[in-house]
């Protein structure tokens, strides 16, 4: 099923290696987003800012969200999401180099669906990519 990847992150090679990724296993035309910055990807949620007009009932088919981010914080940018009626079923799963146990429970606590740490190295990371997308683009099942 064909639908938006949302994909927050700060890093322009960490984008581009997601990206590579998604492109790869994405077999069914789905579009990525990025939003460089916690703000932006609220906004991308929201209807707002650059994404004045856009169709906010179109939500992402899943949101890959890094914890450190410039403007506001992942955490903050989850809570964001999961405070919204409208957006609060859309998965959310943590995409970080952080594997502090504080991190993870906080990510669980405010509802993430997943939480991937990056791994260093490219082939990892990149088949980590390639098995996240095809859980939650092909074998996962949105209420939406």
């Known amino acids: 099923m064909a639908g938006t990847i949302l994909l927050v992150e700060d890093s322009p090679e960490a984008v581009e290696l997601t990206r590579h990724a998604l492109e790869e296993c994405s077999l069914f035309g789905n579009a990525i ?7 932006d990807a609220v ?7 650059r994404y004045e007009g856009r169709d906010t ?11 450190r981010l ?3 914080d992942g955490f903050e940018v989850l809570a964001r999401i999961r405070s919204n009626s409208r957006t609060r079923l859309v998965p959310v799963v943590m ?10 429970r906080r990510a669980y606590e405010l509802g993430a669906n997943g939480y991937i740490i990056k791994a ?10 390639i098995a ?5 683009l092909g074998i996962n099942r949105r209420p939406y």
């Open 43 to 49: 906004d991308y949620m929201s209807g707002a800012g």
């Open 57 to 67: 009932a179109d939500l992402p088919v899943v949101v890959l969200l890094d914890l």
């Open 33 to 39: 987003i990025v939003a460089y910055d916690g703000q």
């Open 132 to 136: 996240a997308c095809a859980y939650w």
């Open 120 to 129: 260093l190295d490219y082939d990892v990371y990149h088949e980590m990519i």
């Open 70 to 72: 410039p403007k506001m």
């Open 95 to 104: 995409l970080t180099v952080s594997n502090l146990s504080d991190d993870i």
